[in-house]
């Protein structure tokens, strides 16, 4: 994007007439530090949408068992167990 040194020289220039000497410093600190929180941000994005994959592929394989083969009482109680899941989450 910028290949030639004057152009660096050009931009650190409208910095420094923007900024001050005593402002530059601060001003790459708190960008350091915005970075740095951002990387962390995505970090644990990533992580927490790896913890969700896995718990959503544990769920899938847990068989559901067949509706036909159960009798009304069993029939019953999977569907309370299965409200109550829906509930609590």
């Known amino acids: ?37 951002f990387k962390d941000g995505m970090r644990e994005a990533e992580e927490e949408a790896e913890i969700e994959a896995s ?4 769920n899938s394989n847990v068989a559901a068992p067949q509706i036909t083969a159960m009798s009304d009482e069993e029939l019953m109680a999977e569907m309370r167990r299965r409200a109550e899941a829906k509930q609590q989450s």
């Open 1 to 37: 994007m910028f290949g030639s040194g004057w152009e660096w020289i050009v931009i650190g220039g409208a910095l420094f007439l923007l900024f001050g000497a005593s402002r530059l410093p601060q001003l790459a600190k708190s960008l350091g530090q915005s970075r740095k929180a």
């Open 55 to 58: 718990q959503r592929q544990l």
